[in-house]
Each structure stands twice: as C-alpha cells, then as structure tokens.
C-alpha cells in the first residue's frame, strides 16, 4: 500500500536527512520509527505526505508515486493521509468541532465550510468520533481550553475523520506524561485495528514501541539499520540505533537498592513497563 | 563507536578543577572596545553639535509668548456656542470621512496583507504588495491630501481617498507581519487534511490573526478620526476644515472647542476599542 523507494532528503543547509530509505508498510500494519533525535524520522513522514520535498527517490500510495504529484492531486492523495502531531498542532481558536471537521475540508466546498455547514453525515462521524476518544461532551470548547492529553483526542479525531488508509503519527506522546501516553498510543492502536489502517509512529520511548507496534524500524542518520519484531530488539540492536550506552543502566539502579541482584539482559521487560506506568 | 558515549554511571565526577574563573560579566555587544566607545563618543558629539547649531531668537519668542498665552487662555473659555452649526457639521463629515476611508481601507488591506506576507504568497506577489506598502508609507498624509486636493478638488472626497491611502500602508503592513508569525504547526495541520487552498486560508490561518486584525481596525479608525481633523487643514473636508477656519479669523476660543471635541471623541474611541478588543481576545 505505501512503498518508499531510495528516498533522499538533503535540506538546502546540505545536511542529509534521509539516505536512501526503502520501506515498504502493508494495509493494517502498525510500525513504530525509532532512532535518536535528528535521525530523520519526522523528515520521512513528512516526506510522506509531502510537507517536505524529497530531494529524489519515490514513495508509491494506492498505485501514485506521491513523489511526482501536483497541487490538485497531492491534496487528493494527502486527504487519504491522516497525520497526528507532536504538539497535537489543533489550531487553537477554533472550538473541538471545527478542529474535527476540518478533517473534511478536502471533502466539502468553500461555502459550506466557510459557513460551518458541513453535510450531516459528517457532522454526525464527528460526533461518533468524539465519543470514540472520550471527548463527547466537549465539542463546542475552544482547542486551547483543553488539557494536553485532550487536544491529542481532538488529533487524533481529526485524522481519522478523514476515512484515511495510513495514519502518519509524530511523536504524538513526547508532551505527555506516561500515563496518558499509554492511553493515545493504546487509543491509536486500537483504531487502526478497528478501521484496518496502516500507521507510522514515530516515537522516542522505545518502551511504548514495543508495547504497541507489531513492528520497530530503527533510523539512524537517515538510513534504516533495525527492521523486526519488538521482541528481536536487544541491546546489542539498541546500540547500533542509538549508539553506545549502557542499556542495563535502569537495572544496576534497582539492584543496588537491593531488591533484585541479577542484572537483566533484556533492556526493557514487561517489569519496566510496569515500573513507569 | 563514532558517537560518543557516556554512561550514566561514569558521567558525573568529583573532581575539581583547577582553573575555574572567579568572576563573571556579560559579554559586550560590540566586541571591539574600540568601535563601542567610538560610536558613543560620535553619537554625543554629533548631538552636541546639532543643539549648538539650532538658532534661537529669544526676542521673538518673547512677543510669541503672547501670542500663545491667548492660545492657552482660548482652552480656559472654549466657545462652543458661538459657531457650533460650523462645528457639529465638522464633526458628522469627519466621522463620515472617518469612517468610510476605514472601511475602504481595511477591505483593500486584507488582500494587500496576505500578498506581503512571505510566507503565503509566491515572490512575485510579495514584492509587488510591499512595493504598495513602501508607497503608501513613504508619503505623509498632509502631501497626499494636497495631491488628493489638487485633483478630486476641496472637500471630503480628497480627505477619504487621502485616509483610505494611508490606512493601506498601516494596516497592510501589521497585517502582513503578524501572518508571517502565525503557529506554522497548526497551518500545517490543516494542510496535511489535503484542504483546499481557500479553505486552508479559512480554518489555518485567519483564525490565528482574528484577533490582530479587529485590533489594528479599531486602532486605525481613531486614527482616521484624528488625522481628518489633519487633513482638514489642507482643504480636505471634516473638522480639520472648521478648524482651519478658526484660527484664520484667530477665534482662539472657537479653535478651542474644536480640539477638546477631538481629544473627547479620541478619548472615547480609545475606550470602547479596548473594551472591544478585550472580548475578542
């Protein structure tokens, strides 16, 4: 469904984001992007829906190569492209309701939604939506009234109201705290399954990739060096991702406290999870 | 490992170091002490030179401080009766002129707005459209209205065309400037929903700079207000026509009730506009 061939993304500064990428993600399929800061992960997404240019290579969508596109088409193509941001990105003067709608802006002509009247059918999958991430009784709030877990719902309603096939999602949990992390990613997780979408997740906490995703790609200075099941990723794969670190660190701490004196190869267990839940 | 590593066990360290400087100060601006001392020593000297060049002529000032005494005591006994048909009819064409010239100037502005600002309109539109703003920036209103004056002749229409020029290089520029910075992320958002071009501007962008926009409006309309009475000097209709008629015939307390009616209405106009834009917040 989504194939990427050789991409490549040099910035003008002349600094290469992306090297060569091929990556290919199946109808349904939930992959987690991990690598450290400015290996080019937000770079590929946004390439993918082209809020960046690739500077060459191609990424085929539904049989387009996105790549090649114009005005006109792009936007068709980015109206089956739901994207979720890191700082949730709702426009903040705007009440819950027309952040969710606007969703449909590709969809409805200029009057109707320049004058809020948006066909009932869409109104109503708003609300459906809304009661989906738990936000029913909030649609006619401003989006800066809300908490930061709360605009990530409005996100997140606004994506999916597009009917899209691929979720794009940046860092969606970075500005929130554990908790509520684990409530987006498992809200994200969910719905892809519900509505078989494909979804990238670009995301810092390796923890919660392995949680929620049925497969991890590693981007290190813009190649992809790890791609496999969450299961597979070891230290030894950690460090090749993220360069060298002492992955065992979360561990020697609890034995030195004295509760468990055996050092767990596994960098991060279903115990850690635990602990930071 | 071409990356450095650092655990997190060995990062921190105890030891001292031995050559830590004691005191601090921020560093300087200008780095070159030379260039910095100069350029105050230039700028003291050059204003030094500039007052010892001015010219004062005490003995006229003395007979002028008659003159502005009357001025002053025209303020202690305003006349508002006297001419107050000439004054109320100033008045009502000065906020006739005051207000259509900002109709007109905002609905021009909006379009010239958006094409200044880089970050929406392609580089041809955008130098086109500062080039608008650049022109009406650079001339004073006064000059304007004199040309104004001199072809749509004395009256109102010269004084409204002159206002709705001058609103254009004002409210264009503001307006351009708070959309080059709006929250990119939230534009970007809605863009990434494959919104039309139209549609995008609607939901991504004009909501971000509402705010600013009723802001500058009503600024610009005391604006408006003040500079017709200015206008009206130079034979462009409104208050400013009364005015000038005043101080022609030296009725220095007729002149008086005239400005105390600007101050007021100013007064006013500045009241409720910020009421006005404390709601809209």
């Known amino acids: 469904m989504l194939e990427i061939k050789q991409l490549v993304k040099k910035y003008r500064t002349g600094d290469l984001a992306i090297n060569g990428v091929d990556l290919k993600v199946d109808k349904g399929q939930v992959m987690a992007l991990i690598g450290p800061s400015g290996a080019g992960k937000s770079t590929l997404i946004r390439c993918v829906n082209r809020l960046e240019a690739p500077t060459s290579g191609e990424i085929w969508f539904n049989g387009e190569n996105i790549v090649k ?9 980015r109206r089956n ?67 930061g877990g709360q605009r990530q719902r409005v996100g997140i309603a606004r994506a999916l109201i597009q009917n899209p096939d691929i979720l794009l999602v940046d860092e969606p949990t970075a500005s929130l705290d554990p908790k509520t992390s684990r409530q987006i990613m498992r809200l994200i997780t969910e719905l892809c399954e519900e509505q078989q979408l494909a979804a990238i997740i670009n995301i810092h906490d390796v923890a919660l990739a392995q949680m929620f995703s049925e497969r991890i790609v590693g981007l290190r200075e813009g190649s992809i060096v790890y791609d496999g099941s969450p299961d597979d990723l070891k230290p030894d794969v950690l460090t090749e991702i993220y360069g060298e670190e002492d992955w065992t660190a979360v561990r020697i701490r609890k034995a030195k406290k004295g509760q468990d004196s055996e050092v767990d190869e596994e960098p991060v267990s279903e115990e850690h999870m635990a602990e930071l839940m | 490992m071409s990356i450095e590593a650092t655990s997190p066990n060995s990062g921190v360290s105890g030891k001292q170091s031995a050559a830590l400087p004691e005191s ?23 204003l030094y030179l500039s007052i010892g060049s001015l010219e004062v002529n005490w003995t006229r000032i003395y007979e002028g401080l008659d003159r502005g005494a009357k001025f002053v005591f025209g303020f202690m006994n305003p006349n508002f009766a006297g001419r107050w048909n000439d004054i109320s009819e100033g008045i009502i064409e000065s906020l006739v002129m005051t207000v259509t010239s900002t109709v007109i100037g905002i609905a021009i502005s909006i379009p010239i707005g958006f094409g200044a600002a880089s970050n929406l309109a392609p580089l041809p539109i955008y130098l086109f459209c500062r080039g608008i703003i650049a022109l009406s920036r650079s001339f004073q209103e006064i000059i304007v209205a004199i040309l ?25 520029k503001l307006l351009a400037e708070d959309i080059e910075s709006i929250d990119k992320s939230q534009a970007e958002a809605v863009k990434a929903t494959g919104s039309p071009w139209w549609q995008w501007i609607n939901y991504g962008v004009q909501p971000q700079i509402m705010p600013r926009l009723i802001g500058l409006s009503l600024y610009r309309l005391d604006i408006n207000f003040r500079e017709s009475a200015v206008v009206g000097l130079v034979g462009a209709g409104g208050i400013g026509a009364t005015l000038n008629t005043a101080f022609d015939r030296y009725e220095y307390d007729t002149a008086a009730a005239i400005l105390i009616l600007i101050i007021g209405i100013v007064m006013l106009s500045e009241y409720i506009s910020g009421y006005i834009r404390a709601g809209v917040q």
């Open chain 1, 81 to 147: 492209m739901g994207m979720i941001f890191q700082e949730y990105a709702l426009v903040e003067r705007l009440t819950v309701m027309e952040n969710v709608l606007s969703g449909r802006l590709g969809y409805v002509g200029f009057w109707r939604s320049y004058l809020r009247k948006f066909p009932q059918t869409d109104v109503k999958e708003a609300f459906r939506l809304l009661e989906k991430v738990g936000l029913e009784k909030m649609f006619n709030k401003r989006a800066d009234e809300l908490s």
């Open chain 1, 69 to 77: 596109l114009r005005s006109g088409k792009l936007r068709k193509a």
């Open chain 2, 148 to 172: 104004f004056v001199a072809i749509f002749g004395f009256g109102p229409l010269a004084g409204v065309l002159t206002l709705s020029f001058a609103t254009i290089g004002f409210l264009s």
């Open chain 2, 24 to 46: 601090w100060s921020r560093p300087p601006f200008i780095k070159n002490h030379l260039l910095r001392w100069g350029l105050l020593l230039g700028v003291v000297l050059y």
